[in-house]
């Protein structure tokens, strides 16, 4: 192999290689027995041999150096001799294993200086890119889905492992307008065209993109601009943010406390208590009902009074004399109660009796007595009071308009203090929770308008939500079809109501910034909770991971911050941290896209294993990526400033070896084309006053688009036999 030799290691560190070329070599090409060779371009490859290894080493640096030489016989000094040199990171080693060489990620066995170093060759890079045809697919360990060309060998595919994409959590990062947004979608499509074995097609995926800027809807349904056809199979589901609504009821308690801001020592804990009997009780009159703090305070003194107690609560004193009263202070005690059945009309009872001009002892029999009772009460009550604080965060049903107007006034009334204080201090909040009720960009999105009780099914509408945004909603049998979901399904016109949605858009770019957060991390756990409930359902076999789901993550920065925007930390970073971390196990994954990866959290990208990198210009986000990635990519990552469009380095457990990949063009794109300035400016005005007037009766009304909602009913309208039939 002398005739492939190009120079000799004359450095070498843990990751990286100085080679030396051979002096007899003046120009970046060597000629070889089949071909011509490149032998010093950046991107391209060396090969050093290690025993009956080979070691791949990508070139990041080529330099030229003036040495000086000084003859050991005269001391003389002879005229400067250049020497070229290259700089080049290892990657991976091609093995030779019963005779068959494969490609592994990573390096163990390293050259020493004067190793021999080879100019790359067809078979090399065979195996780097892993041409070979394979009669079977690994779906766990191959890399076969193609997504780009490698600029520096034009001839050869770029290949990930869908799997370890997807199942591992992946980045996608990068400047605006650098090709992120036709990245995700190009890969989408690549999935879907993908030739797989016996001819099959994908049938069941399940991914979820939130689409933060509206563009995506453009590349995976046929309302494109160069009308382009989808797969059928794919039977996109676009959710507009109009029709995105996520009821209030699945919420929690944190989605209430970072929505409403409660301050911490006060408002916080009648915040609470009042969803609480709120979700407990559909009714005021169907909880238990409770004694004020004063009544029970009271009652505590009587249980524990001596005769003197009793004298001073039962009688008047009239001219040094004590004289019986029958409107006494525990008689106005048992009146103030006001049940009439069950634990409390039995204490108003003996709270009479003890009120009554009887003798001490038989005064005594009854306190004791109520002592009893009131054991129970208050056993019963505190057990009341952590069933009802453990439905806090369950998904059920209930009145907000309720929650405001009557629930907060009995979590006062049960709370300790002066209830006129409370009230004066909970006044903030109650402005703050009635007016996301009487703002309707806020209480649409989370229905907190909605003031009927679903209850047409046992689940409070959460069976039907999931099946809605996983895109199972055509499993709804038809005479549950009644619900709010139904109508957004039923007005989409572009599915097959008889087939899965194997991608759902779900449009954020209108939702308010006020409630992104909330709606986002809300949808999150969601999801991520009902995966790990598959397996705890008796009657069903399902596994953990028999539903994979992809969570694309569009400009994730403006939902899962690394600093929060408030004293609260963001309720969309904690979900979308934990899936990050706990979300594997249960088959959900996140592939996050961002331009300002140095404002995204960081327990969130720390967790992805792998990474396309875009150009990125900002040298804060430049030093964040070399601070997440392995440090033997850093000379790698040196090219981020200077990618063209289109352009990335790929790295990560889903791809064979770093590199730096053309990403194939999406076709359809999505809408996220660079504005034509001075074309359209060269143009006459194309807007008039009717589309001033419609653009802003849409903004008012918070609704479509009317010519667009005209268009959907009238082809609802041509479908609903059609659809009819399929029930």
Known sequence: MSERRIGKIISVDSFRVVVQLDSNIKSLYKSGFNDIYEIARINSYIIIPVGADRLVA??????????????????????????????????????????????????????ILDNPVWYVVKEDLDEIFDTKEKKTISF?????????????????????????????HAAILGNTGSGKSCTVSAILQELFKHPYPENKKLQSSNIIIFDTNGEYKQAFTDENKKGIKVPEEINTFYISSEELKVPYWFMNYDDFDFLFQPSELTQA???????????????????????????????EHILNGDADYFLSRKCIKEYGNWKYNANNIIKQLANSISATTGIL????????????????????????????????????????????????????????DRLISQFIEVAIQESEGSSSRLRENLATLKLRLHAYLTDDRLSSPLLLNRNVEEKEDDNYLLNKFLAFVLGHFFLVPKDKLTCLFSETFNKNGKIKKDKK???????????????????????????????????KVEQQSKQRGDIPIALI?????????????????????????????????????????????SE????????????????????????????????????????????????????????????????????????SDNPQFIKKWLEAPSF????????????????????????????????????????
């Open 58 to 111: 990508i070139i990041t640096r080529v330099k030229i150096q003036d040495e000086t030489e000084i003859e050991k016989t005269s001391g003389s000094i002879t005229l400067p001799k250049a020497e070229r040199y290259l700089v080049a990171t290892l990657l991976g080693t091609i093995e030779s294993k019963s005779g068959q060489p494969q490609y592994i990620q990573g390096v163990y066995n390293y050259p």
């Open 269 to 299: 804990p009648i915040l609470k208590r009042s969803i609480a009997l709120a979700k407990d009780n559909a009714s005021a009159g169907t909880q238990m009902e409770f004694l004020s703090i004063p009544v029970e305070s009271e009652i």
């Open 501 to 535: 949605s194997q991608i759902i858009i779900i449009d954020l770019s209108l939702l308010p910034f006020e409630v992104l957060e909330t709606v986002t991390g809300l949808i999150g756990r969601i999801i991520l909770e009902f995966t790990a409930r598959i397996t």
């Open 600 to 671: 995204l959290s960081k327990t969130v990208l720390s967790q992805c294993n792998s990474f396309i990198i875009h150009r990125l210009q900002n040298p804060e986000d430049q030093r964040y990526i070399r601070q997440l990635v392995s440090s033997a990519n850093e000379d790698i990552l040196q090219q981020l400033p200077i990618l063209p469009q289109q352009q990335a380095i790929i790295m990560g457990d889903a791809v064979r070896t770093p590199v730096q990949v053309r990403i194939n063009n999406a076709s359809p794109k999505p809408d």
């Open 688 to 727: 008039n006053y009717d589309d001033f007037h419609a653009i802003a009766k849409t903004w008012v009304d918070g609704g479509i688009k009317k010519d667009r909602a005209a268009k959907e009913e009238e082809k609802n309208e041509e479908e609903a036999s059609d659809f009819d039939d399929l029930f």
């Open 345 to 400: 009309a039995e204490i108003k009872k003996l709270l009479s009796d003890i009120s009554l001009d009887e003798d001490f002892d038989v005064c005594l029999g009854h306190v004791n007595t109520l002592r009893t009772k009131f054991d129970d009460y208050s056993r019963q009550k505190q057990s009341s009071v952590i069933n009802s604080d453990r439905n806090v965060d369950l998904p059920k049903w209930f009145s907000y």
């Open 140 to 168: 766990e360990d191959d890399y076969y889905l193609p997504i780009g060309i490698s600029p520096a060998f034009s001839d050869y595919h770029v290949k990930i492992n869908p799997d370890k994409f997807f199942g591992k």
């Open 553 to 597: 993550l569009e400009e994730a920065q403006n939902y899962i911050p690394e600093k929060d925007r408030s004293d609260r930390v963001s309720i969309s970073k904690k979900v979308f941290e934990r899936i990050a971390r706990e979300g594997r196990k249960f088959g959900v994954s996140l592939l996050i896209s961002s331009q300002r990866p």
